[in-house]
C-alpha cells in the first residue's frame, strides 16, 4: 500500500501534533504518526508531555499544593479546616483523567482540521518515503513531499540505578505511586527531580535528592538558584550536592543506595521509593533507515540549520531530538515555523526569547542570558530586583517568597534577560518574553501602567530598579 501525502509528521507530542495542525490549516494534506500506548494499551497523542510529563506532574504539583495549603497555610488567613486527608488513589485518577480529556481534545483537533491519523511507529526511508508498522506489525509506506520528524525525548538511565518494578522509576513511574512513600530518594535535582521531589514532599515524604553536580541550577541565573535552596530546605528537601550515586539495591519493599559525598566519603541511604531524574535524551534509534540521508551527531541530535531544515531536502526535525533546550513550547512554535515554511511563507523563530519553568512553589521563571553569562561575554550590564515581600498583592496571598531581576545593557537599555522566582513566576514572565520579543528597554516597562494591586507590579518595579528608581523599595545607591 503506498498512500502520498504533502506532509508526514512522525510523532504526536507538542512538536508534532502542533505542527500536524497547523500544516492541514494551510491547506496541506498532512498525516501524523504517533506510537504511544497508554496503560491499557490504548493509542494516545500527546507524546511524552501530555500522556506522562507536562500535564500530569502539574495536575499532580497543583492537587499536593492545595493539600499542603490546606493542612499548614490557611490558618494565617483564619480558616480553621480541621484534620485534613489525602486520598493519593484519588488525586492519581484525577491526573489520568485529565490526561484523557487532553489527548482525546487531539484527537478531535486532528478531524476537525482534516489530518490523517496513523497509530504505529514511523521510520524515515531514502526519498522522503515513510515507512509505517502499524501496532499489529502491519507495515505500509507513505509517500510525502515533507517529512517532520518530532519524535522527542526518553529518560536517561544509568548503571547503578536500573529501573526495577515500583521501587526505581524514573518520572512515569512517580506520577503513579498509590501512597505516599515515607522515604523517597531522587536522583537529579534538575527539573524533573525538583518537581516531583516537591509534589510527595508536601503530602509528607521525607525527600532526599542526590545530585551529582556541585552547584545547584547551575543553569540558572546564581542569585535565583541561591535563594530557591533557602526556600527548598525550608520546605523539607534535602538537596545533597555533590553525591554521585555508584550503586543501588533492591532489598524486599526497599533500595538501598549507594553514593560518594561531596568530600568522597561513600555514603548508604534506604529509601522505600526512588527516583532517577538525570535529564533525558532524543528519541532517534530506529528513526531512519541507513540510506535516509539524515545526519546525526554522537548524542543521537539530528544536524538543523536555523529553521530546523536537516541534510535532506524536504526533511525537517524539531523538539527534543534538535539543539537547544527540551521545551514542549519550544517544540510546539518550531511545529509551526516548519509548517509556515513548507507553505511558502517567510518564518522564523527567535531563540534568544523561549522561557524556561521550573513549577516548583514558588515557581522559578527566566528568559535571555543570566549575570554569570553576561559576566563571561564581557557585557556591561544593570541589574533591577524587586522582592514580593515588598508587593501588596502578594501579601494579601501570602506569597512573599521570593523576587524579580530584570537585567538590561548598560549602554543601551535593552532588556538582556529576566529572572523571576515566586509564586507566579510561569506566568509573570510572559511580560518579559513579549517585551524582548519587541526589542523594548527597561525604560519601555519602566513607563508602561500596570493595575494595582497586582503581583504583576514586581515586574514594573524591578524595571524602575534597573536605573534606582523603584518607588516600593529603597534604592540602591550607584557606587
Sequence with gaps: ?????????????????????????????????????????????????????????????????????????????????????????????????????????????????GVTSFEGFGKILANKKVEFTAHDGTVSVLEADNVILATGSVPIDIPPAPRTGDIIVDNQGALDFTAVPKRLGVIGAGVIGLELGSVWARLGSEVVVLEAQDSFLSLCDQDMAKEAAKIFKKQHLDIRLGARVTGSEVKGDEVEVTYLSATGEEQKQTFDKLIVAVGRKPFTQGCFSEDSGVKLDERGFVFVDEQCRTSVPGVYAIGDIVRGPMLAHKASEEGVMVADIIAGHKAQMNYDCIPSVIYTHPELAWVGKNEQELKAEGVKYKVGKFPFAASGRAMAANETDGFVKMIACEETDRILGCHIIGSHAADLIAQAVIAMEFGSTAEDIALTVFAHPTVSEAVHEAALAVDGHAIHIANRKKR
Design 1 to 113: 500500500m503506498s498512500d502520498k501525502f504533502d506532509v508526514v509528521v512522525i510523532g504526536g507530542g507538542p512538536g508534532g501534533y502542533v505542527a500536524a495542525i497547523r500544516a492541514a490549516q494551510l491547506g496541506l494534506k498532512t498525516a501524523c504518526i504517533e506510537k504511544w500506548l497508554d496503560k491499557e494499551n490504548k493509542p494516545r497523542l500527546g507524546g511524552t508531555c501530555l500522556n506522562v510529563g507536562c500535564i500530569p506532574s502539574k495536575a499532580l504539583l497543583d492537587s499536593s499544593h492545595k493539600y499542603h495549603d490546606a493542612k499548614e497555610a490557611y490558618g494565617i488567613h483564619g480558616i480553621t479546616v480541621g484534620d485534613v486527608a489525602m486520598d493519593v488513589v484519588a488525586m492519581v485518577n484525577r491526573k489520568d483523567k485529565i490526561v484523557d480529556q487532553l489527548t482525546s481534545g487531539i484527537t478531535g483537533l486532528f478531524k476537525a482540521n
